[in-house]
Structure formats: C-alpha cells, structure tokens
C-alpha cells in the first residue's frame, strides 16, 4: 500500500485512458446533437436510474434547498464564498488600458468578459458544495452575462445551496458526458455556452476533449492528486493525512511524497497506515494508495526536479525553508508552503482555486480563475504623427513579403 515508486511509471499510469471511451463519447455526443432533450432524458435513466420529470432546476427547489441544509454549513459556504471572490477579485484586470508608447501610437487591451459560460459540478460518489462555488464564482467576478450549470440527479440539497450562493442562473440536473455535449451543442431546453469549465470522470473530460471544436474549456481536470516536498524537519503526521485527504476523493486519485529523506518516507507510511484503518472511505482510499507511494531523491534540488517533471495538480512543499525555493518550482496547479498550509484549506476557504489540471497538464495550463472567462482584444489607437513614425517600416517589410496591398494602405494615407 505505501512503496517506493517508479516516478516514470508513476507519471505514465497518471493519463486518463481517454482513448478507450472516446468511441461511446462519441455516440452519447451524436445522440444529444440528433435527439437534444429526448436524449439527455433517456441517457439518464440508463445511466443515473433516474426518469427526469423536468431537466431545469426551478426557483422553488433552489430555495426550497435551503430548508434541507444545516445553517452552520449555509453560513460555512457563504463566508467561503467571500473568500474565493475576494481573492478572484484581486485577478480582474482592467476594462480597457491604453498607453502612448511614442508620439501618436497608443496601444492598449480591451477586457471582455464572455456572454455565456457552462459549469460541469461532479456527483456521484459525493456532493461537491466547494466546486460548485469555485467553478462559478470566477465567472461571476468577471462579469459574464449567463452561468449555467450541469450536475448529475439526484441534485444533493448542498449544491444546490451552493450554485445559489455563487449565483448560478440556470442549474441542469444532467451528468456525464451528455451534459458537456448539451452545453457544447443546444438543446431544446439547455442553450449551447461559449465556454465549459469544471473537473469530472474521464467520460466528461473526453467530452470536453471531443467538443473542443464548438466550444472553448478550461483544461483537462481528471482524478485528484498531490505531490507532497519534503525534507527531514516535515511533521510525517501532517503528510499522511494530506496524502489521505486527496486520496479520499477517488479511487483513481494519485499520491507521492518526494523526499530527501529515507526515514521520513518510512514514518509517513506508518501513519498512512494507522489513518487508513480508521477512516471512513477506507475502501476508496486503499484502491487509490495501491498506486500512490514515496521517491526518495539525493538531495534537494534533485527533489526540486522531480516534482517539475510531475507537474502536480497540489504541490505541498514542507521543508525547512520552504519560502526558499518557492520561485523553483515551473509546473504545479496550486502550491501549498509550510506544515500548516493543508491542502484541503485551499479545496475549501482560503480563496485560492481548486478546479486545477491533473496528470501532468500543469505543464501546459494554469488553474481556473478571472482570465478563464475573458476575452482579450489588443487595441491601437495611431494618428498621422504616429503613422509617420511607422510608416517606413511598415511599407518595407510588406513589400518584401510581396503583400504590396498592405504597403498600399499605408501610402496612401501618407500621400494626403
């Protein structure tokens, strides 16, 4: 259950077997674009066991959740939600900066937000309360127009709360790979979104692969994972239950500790041991710690390396100058510094985002936040001084290029 790894076959085992549903993806993706709603009603009685009387979510069920919740765990995701706004809110950029770069050419960035976005809010296995808010509360932070969201029946009480909070506009009680492709596509009842975000099982992340043509998404965001830095001064306590609480998640969840020291790696694994024996979702965690386990590396910077090349979705660093090497790090979704900075803190309240790219594509995608849910649009502003100043070296280079056209429009306002 707690072994030395094979950091190679370790980052191998972490690629979602995308191809091997790819086929049925494309079936269920074919089904909602021919069938729209018929569809997405009779894929979930085959897959959920549900028959789906209404798939919209009503105002009355949203506030009729509110009677089902707890009100310490209402007001818990209202104080989280202050908090992941207060942090998104420090990503806006501005609506519009201009900036004279020389007499008569001002360039700038226009900001905008898009008009319409499609939340993905996992089931299953649990409810998602934290998801819901960080999937939907960046978009809300930069202005877009409508929030949907997709979530599998039945809808926990909790989520529903929580999209309420966030405030979603439109919740779907539709799951899996049929929810993606009813946003992606339009159906009769679900409007086609400009863009897809949020995490799910590997039929949804297929989907969002496949869909890619007809609406943007945020990154692949499969099974939870941890890479855990660590030297001789870290608490092994500590560790176990961050490599516990990941892989609690799923069965598929992956964990490894990187250490500079042996010992250490042994005393995480007793305690992982002593935890698993006590915990609730034993049975999940021990299906996901038989691929989890423990490198041993030199020394630190040979440790350093080898989380860069595992590009963690969490990276917690619990060493004994942590703040040291933070700016080493190249590939990590969130990172986590200090013994006290637990993983979970951040899937919960303390601002930061936890819909983040796993099995390795943090090499190539950032986590979700503002940027997600923009447009960028480059802006010049260029009178005739400027086009003076340009204009030689504009007409130059297009002519070169044999687009004499391009060089034509510059003359001819410089002939006037």
Not at 239 to 244: C, E, F, K, P, S
Not at 368 to 396: K, M, P, W, Y
């Amino acid at each position: 259950m707690w072994k030395a790894l094979d950091i190679e076959t370790w980052i191998a085992g972490r690629r979602s077997d995308l191809d091997r549903v790819k086929g049925s993806v494309s079936e269920i993706i074919g089904r909602v674009r021919a069938e729209g709603d018929d569809a997405l009603i009779d894929l979930t009685k085959k897959f959920d066991g549900i028959d789906l009387a209404e798939i919209a979510v009503s105002d009355e069920e949203r506030e009729a959740a509110y009677d089902q919740v707890d009100a310490e765990l209402v007001e818990s995701l209202v104080q989280a939600e202050v908090r992941i706004s207060r942090f998104h809110e420090l990503q806006r950029g501005r609506d519009l900066w201009l900036q004279e770069m020389e007499p008569g050419i001002t360039l700038g960035v226009k900001t905008t937000p898009l008009s319409r976005v499609g939340a993905y809010v996992p089931g299953g296995r649990a409810a998602y309360p934290s998801t819901a808010l960080m999937c939907t509360i960046p978009a809300v932070v930069a202005g877009v127009g409508e929030i949907c969201c997709c979530t599998p029946p039945p809808i926990n009480p909790i989520t529903l709360v929580a999209l309420d909070i966030a405030g979603v506009d439109e919740i779907y009680r539709v799951g899996g790979a049929q929810a993606i492709a009813a946003m992606a596509i339009g159906t009769e009842t679900i409007p086609r979104v400009e863009k897809i975000v949020g995490p799910g099982n590997v039929f949804v992340t297929a989907a969002k692969m496949l869909l890619r043509d007809e609406v943007e998404i945020d990154f692949p965001a499969g099974p939870s994972e941890i890479a855990v830095l660590a030297d001789s001064t870290a608490n092994p306590r500590f560790i176990a239950a961050d490599i516990l609480a990941q892989a609690e998640h799923d069965p598929s969840a992956a964990c490894v500790l990187v250490t500079t020291d042996a010992a250490l790696a042994d005393a995480v694994g007793d305690e992982v041991k002593r935890m698993v024996a006590g915990a609730d979702r034993r049975e999940i965690i021990e299906k996901a710690l038989d691929h989890s386990g423990y490198i041993v590396a030199g020394d630190l910077d040979e440790a350093v390396a080898t989380v860069n090349g595992i590009a963690p979705e969490h990276l917690s660093v619990q060493v004994a100058d942590p703040l040291g090497i933070l700016t080493r790090f190249r590939s990590a979704g969130s990172i986590f510094v200090g013994p006290y900075a637990a993983v979970a803190c951040g899937d919960y309240a303390s601002g930061t985002n936890h819909v983040l790219p796993t099995a390795g594509y943090a090499r190539l995608y950032s986590g979700l936040d503002v940027n997600h849910f923009c447009r960028r649009s480059t802006v010049q502003v260029i009178t005739q001084e400027g086009l003076s100043a340009i204009g030689d070296v504009v007409e130059t280079i297009a002519d070169a290029e044999g687009l004499h056209a391009h060089a034509e429009s510059v003359r001819v306002r410089r002939r006037r």
